[in-house]
């Protein structure tokens, strides 16, 4: 009797917590609704309003409404992030291995109890399904729930008597301040590559999310604060180029990790080193798919409208291209019909299958793109004719940035982070290839001769 007591006290306790401070309003502390609101940088365990004149008119991609203004980060308050992740380095780096774990340990239980807002919050902000945004974030705390192992990953090696009376024994330790730079299309997973593994070595961190959706990485700093995680262990700023520059050039900051687009990770992989820095840079990627005529072709042809289209394209793993050998080619018929019973509609309505691409300018490019196919001779399978509705009765019209799913035929040159496919017979393939082969060729020749 005194146990159901306990259990309705308990209960009744967090009806009324529940009704101050929801759990599922957390976001709440970084950005309301409407265009006043603004995104906070987190600087030394605490949330910041900016200073800066410089802000960034967040949009939600399915309605063109303002969510939030992120902030372009001032020099003094990225020097202030920096400086707290120098000076929190001093005690974190002696924090014993055990304690680190348990901190990991906490953290990844408070993100599996929240991921639908995760989820929600990505959704807002960068557009994609709110299953693909669940995706986002569980593979992301995959690599969170790997950290958790960092007891084993952490062993150094021995090996006695390498010559008299000479043993050698290896330590690794953390190497101080790390920095990350992240991009639009996986606003939790990617965060969660970086900053947990740095941490749990023992390093601090100042992460710079994408400037187009940083709400799901503010709230990963408040449960990373509620887990444990110190203050000055884990920073956040804000910005554009000017963050990115800061990042390669900080004396403070010992590595960095990105993930992006070519051009972006040439010039931060280039100006970081420059600095002496230890830079990862994990760059575009363009993907094709051969089928053989012996595939399963329910399975393959369920793949190649997952690949072309989840995400709505927007994703480096993206297949744009794929080559159909012998009979296989007969099955395109059935990959266009898979294709139109896609649903393209804002991501938190239910059935959606495709969301809006992120930007306007997102939107422009891949207008761009369909156009240059068509200029190449391309023939174009338009399969979704209307768009659906989205929430509060809105038509999806020029206001948001939703684009129908595309398949192009015999399309000599692919196109990447669009939603699209370009199916083409082997036959296509060759002449492709065939000149391409002879364009190395004669490269090959010319710059021997020129020797």
């Known amino acids: 009797r005194e146990l159901h007591i306990v259990f309705d006290m308990f209960r009744l306790l967090r009806s009324v917590c529940g009704s101050l401070w929801p759990r599922s309003g957390i976001s709440v502390r970084f950005y309301g609704a409407g265009s006043g609101a603004t995104t906070k940088l987190f600087i030394d365990g605490d949330f910041v309003e900016s200073t800066t004149s410089e802000w960034i008119d967040l949009h939600n991609p399915a309605t063109n409404e303002v969510v939030t203004r992120v902030p372009?980060?001032?020099?003094?308050?990225?020097?202030?992030?920096?400086?707290?992740?120098?000076n929190a380095f001093k005690s974190w780096r002696d924090t014993s291995v055990l304690t680190r774990q348990q901190i990991m340990f906490k953290l990844?239980?408070?993100?599996?109890?929240?991921?639908?807002?995760?989820?929600?919050?990505?959704?807002?902000?960068?557009?994609?399904?709110?299953?693909?945004?669940?995706?986002?974030?569980?593979r992301g705390l995959q690599v969170v729930e790997h950290a958790c192992s960092v007891t084993s990953l952490q062993l150094g090696e021995t090996l006695p008597s390498i010559s008299k009376d000479m043993d050698t024994m290896s330590?690794?330790?953390?190497?101080?301040?790390?920095?990350?730079?992240?991009?639009?299309?996986f606003p939790a997973m990617i965060p969660l590559w970086m900053f947990p593994l740095a941490l749990v070595c023992g390093n601090t961190f100042v992460l710079k999310?994408?400037?187009?959706?940083?709400?799901?990485?503010?709230?990963?700093?408040?449960?990373?604060?509620?887990?444990?995680?110190?203050?000055?262990?884990?920073?956040?700023?804000?910005?554009?180029?000017?963050?990115?520059?800061?990042?390669?050039?900080a004396p403070d900051i010992?590595?960095?990790?990105?993930?992006?687009?070519?051009?972006?990770?040439?010039?931060?992989?280039?100006?970081?080193?420059?600095?002496?820095?230890?830079?990862?840079?994990n760059m575009g990627a363009k993907n094709h798919g051969v089928v053989m005529p012996d595939a399963n072709k329910e399975h393959t042809l369920n793949q190649l409208v997952g690949a072309a289209f989840g995400a709505a394209g927007q994703r480096c793993m993206a297949l744009s291209t794929a080559v159909f050998v012998g009979e296989s080619k007969d099955w395109m018929p059935d990959l266009i019909e898979r294709a139109k019973k896609l649903k393209v509609n804002a991501g938190d309505q239910p059935g959606a299958d495709l969301g809006p691409?992120?930007?306007?300018?997102?939107?422009?490019?891949?207008?761009?793109?369909?156009?240059?196919?068509?200029?190449?001779?391309?023939?174009?399978?338009?399969?979704?004719?209307a768009f659906l509705s989205c929430q509060l009765g809105l038509l999806l019209t020029s206001s948001s940035w939703m684009v129908e799913t595309l398949l192009f035929l015999d399309l000599r040159r692919a196109t990447l982070l669009v939603p699209q496919?370009?199916?083409?017979?082997?036959?296509?393939?060759?002449?492709?290839?065939?000149?391409?082969l002879v364009l190395c060729l004669l490269h090959?020749?010319?710059t021997h001769w020129m020797r």
């Not at 599996?112 to 995760?118: D, F, P, T």
């Not at 496919?421 to 391409?436: E, I, K, W």
Request: net charge negative; hydrophobic share 40%; charged share 20%.
């Open 171 to 185: 330590y690794r330790i953390p190497l101080g301040v790390c920095a990350g730079i992240t991009p639009f299309n």
């Open 209 to 249: 999310p994408s400037e187009r959706d940083p709400g799901a990485a503010m709230i990963l700093c408040e449960m990373a604060k509620e887990a444990g995680v110190p203050d000055g262990v884990l920073n956040v700023i804000h910005g554009a180029k000017e963050a990115v520059n800061f990042i390669c050039d």
């Open 357 to 385: 691409l992120i930007t306007a300018e997102a939107k422009q490019r891949v207008h761009d793109l369909v156009q240059s196919g068509v200029d190449q001779g391309a023939k174009v399978m338009q399969i979704i004719q």
């Open 72 to 86: 372009c980060s001032t020099e003094d308050e990225m020097e202030a992030a920096a400086s707290a992740a120098r």
């Open 108 to 138: 990844q239980n408070l993100i599996r109890s929240n991921m639908g807002e995760l989820a929600r919050s990505i959704t807002l902000e960068q557009g994609k399904t709110l299953p693909d945004a669940e995706g986002d974030v569980l």
């Open 444 to 446: 090959w020749l010319l």
């Open 421 to 436: 496919c370009c199916p083409m017979s082997s036959q296509t393939c060759v002449v492709t290839l065939r000149r391409s």
């Open 254 to 281: 010992r590595a960095i990790s990105f993930v992006g687009s070519n051009t972006a990770g040439e010039y931060i992989y280039d100006r970081g080193s420059r600095n002496g820095k230890r830079v990862q840079a």
